[in-house]
């Protein structure tokens, strides 16, 4: 069992930073890929970034891709999305997410993930 808890969320005007954190618990948690999804009011979840379980691999959707950032510290036990011009288009609910796989895997729909946060609001505006 993993248990992940995601930080970071908040208010922030168009063009700038925000970082979120999820603090993951349990034995294998290290064992486990681990990724981001959004969900904005009336849309389907979708993912923003992957990684692999030990950070050698990861994924950016296009939606996202140089603006968004995905790393992880497995001595912590943390994975972090790294966001930066933001626009009023990525407001949505930010969930952390966590899948077993093998080395080098990156998961990239929601039904491969086993375990979840209970998101952070990321809130944009113009």
């Known amino acids: 069992q993993v248990q992940l808890e995601e930080s970071g969320g908040g208010l922030v005007q168009a063009g700038g930073s925000l970082r979120l954190s999820c603090a993951a618990s349990?034995?294998?948690?290290?064992?486990?890929?681990m990724g981001w999804f959004r969900q904005a009011p009336g849309k389907e979840r979708e993912i923003v970034v992957g990684?692999?379980?030990?950070?050698?691999?990861?994924y950016v959707a296009d939606s996202v891709k140089g603006r968004f950032t995905i790393s992880r510290d497995n001595a912590k036990n943390t994975v972090y999305l790294q966001m930066n011009t933001l626009k009023p288009e990525d407001t949505a609910v930010y969930y952390c997410?966590?899948?077993?796989?093998?080395?080098?895997?990156?998961?990239?729909?929601?039904?491969?993930?086993?375990?979840w946060g209970q998101g952070t609001q990321v809130t944009v505006s113009s």
């Open positions: 990684i692999s379980r030990r950070g050698g691999r990861t």
């Open positions: 349990g034995r294998t948690a290290s064992s486990n890929a």
């Open positions: 997410a966590a899948g077993p796989s093998g080395p080098g895997i990156i998961l990239t729909y929601y039904y491969e993930y086993a375990y």
